[in-house]
């Protein structure tokens, strides 16, 4: 018996709902996922003018996205679990609530502190939503269509994100600041209405007790990492508060691992890990996000510095790689269906090997087509990992460990991004006082093409020991 399933009690299957049903409830999940992701961008854009009209310093505007990615870090694998013990759609539909109100109130917000509160409300309500989305997707379709239907959900991702920094200069420059959050009223409510409409009630697990105490270690290990991480950036890696933080984390994950394996209930049963698969897959996207954000967060320096484009262009060149993958999104998970989602996961993994290698020796002479070829690289290979990945760790999953699951797979990329923009900037930062920001893009992307390469490897050991298993 797969260690996947190992005690855990019957659940009913989820009802099988008419053809156009589950498209509508698709398409709520989609409004979802693009609407979080797009609030996560868009609120950059709009900062210097918030702090402008606010009177808020540039440490209180940090907050304003801190407070967001600290509560959603923390909570979004326990978001899961609490899905998948009293009801993933009930749980899915709180957090569409939640998200929706706190962006009223972050639209009507009077002042900084009140605004930095209803975005930690936001980062709560994201942590439900991005938890449960995949997990409700896999309740809903046929294990034959998850990876095309995995592939329609990945694509919000990128769109959204890549969508932030227009919509949100559009908005901040004809509407005022306000605007960035209010947007989301009318999506919210939209993706509230399909959801409640169509996604099916699935029955969910026997009673089971709440492991609240295993949830908030976690969640306070997760504080500590993602808080550490976040002051390095300023404060460099040996400052004593950083290194206080990243000791809690470590000292935090020791203590979570004990007493998960002591209580009779757990929220994360250690046994999961035990699943080669599972742990490969999920380690393999925490490398495969800490290296994209490389390219989110550094390479806009290299073309506004050493490139020479205005920030309109720098802007549109940004744009190109979100929006290969979310054009290749759906064909991704049209692959992992009709061959293998760990083979081709393999594939996109070797592929990013490639282009972070083909960045590294980026030089400004090379000029906008040698940019795009080489971001657009990276990019197809991200497409062809995430989108099989995502179906490989829900193919793994019962359905009442499917939050959980979801939550793990949306913990590993906001910790992934968060460790890429801390670890990698740091990096970046050191090389740029010793030499040109060409140098330092270049050892970047040589340090990132060993991280993905190290992903790489991980998969390939972990398909190898499986093709094995088989022939014996």
């Keep these: 018996m797969s260690v996947l399933t190992m005690n855990a009690p019957p659940v009913a299957d989820s009802p099988q709902p008419r053809q156009w049903f589950v498209k509508a409830a698709v398409i709520g999940i989609s409004l979802i996922l693009f609407m979080v992701n797009l609030d996560t961008s868009i609120v950059i854009v709009g900062l210097p003018v918030l702090m402008k009209q606010l009177q808020a310093s540039f440490a209180a505007a ?45 639209g009507l917000a009077p002042g900084i502190g009140t605004l930095i509160v209803f975005r930690g409300l ?117 400052s004593r508060p950083v290194l206080i933080l990243l000791a809690g984390f470590a000292g935090g994950i020791v203590l979570f691992v004990r007493y998960e394996k002591r209580v009779s209930q757990p929220f994360m049963n250690m046994q999961l890990f035990r699943n080669p698969m599972l742990s490969a897959s999920l380690i393999a996207a925490w490398l495969v996000y800490t290296v994209i954000m490389a390219t989110v967060v550094l390479l806009p320096f290299y073309l506004t510095n050493e490139g020479h484009y205005t920030p309109l262009q ?26 293998h989602a760990r083979k081709v996961m393999l594939a996109g993994v070797f592929i990013m090997v490639a282009g972070c290698l083909a960045m590294s020796s980026l030089t400004p002479e090379q000029g906008i087509f040698g940019f795009l070829w080489r971001i657009g690289l990276i990019q197809v290979g991200l497409t062809f990992f995430q989108t099989p990945n995502n179906t490989a760790v829900m193919e793994l999953a019962t359905p009442e460990q499917r939050g ?48 993905v390469a190290i992903a790489a490897l991980l998969i390939y050991l972990v398909l190898r020991k499986q093709a094995h298993r088989n022939n014996m």
């Design 404 to 451: 959980l699951m979801s939550g793990l797979l949306s913990l590993s990329r906001t910790t992934g991004h968060i460790t890429g923009t801390a670890v990698l900037g740091a990096v970046f930062a050191l090389l740029i006082r010793q030499g040109t920001i060409t140098h330092a893009i270049s050892v970047v992307f040589l340090v990132a093409t060993i991280l």
């Design 122 to 238: 936001q980062g709560v309500g994201a942590a439900f939503c991005l938890s449960l989305s995949f997990a409700i997707a896999g309740d809903l379709v046929p294990k034959a269509q998850l990876g095309k239907t995995m592939g329609w959900l990945t694509m919000m991702v990128p769109l959204g994100i890549a969508s932030g920094p227009t919509c949100g200069g559009i908005l901040v420059s004809t509407l005022g600041w306000q605007s960035m959050f209010l947007v989301n009223i009318p999506l919210g409510i939209l993706a509230y209405a399909l959801v409640r409409r169509y996604v099916p009630v699935v029955a969910k697990a026997g009673a089971q007790q709440t492991d609240w105490t295993g949830m908030l270690i976690l969640a306070g290990v997760l504080v500590c990492y993602c808080m550490g991480m976040t002051m390095m950036e300023d404060q460099g890696l040996l």
């Design 62 to 106: 940090q907050w304003v996205v801190l407070s967001y990615m600290l509560l959603l870090t923390a909570l979004i694998a326990g978001a899961g679990r609490l899905g998948d013990i009293f009801g993933k759609r009930k749980l899915y539909l709180f957090g569409i609530g939640l998200f929706t109100l706190a962006s009223l109130g972050c």
């Design 314 to 339: 720098t802007g549109l060149l940004m744009s190109f790689g979100p929006l290969v993958t979310a054009l290749l999104s759906v064909f991704a998970g049209k692959a992992a269906d009709k061959f």
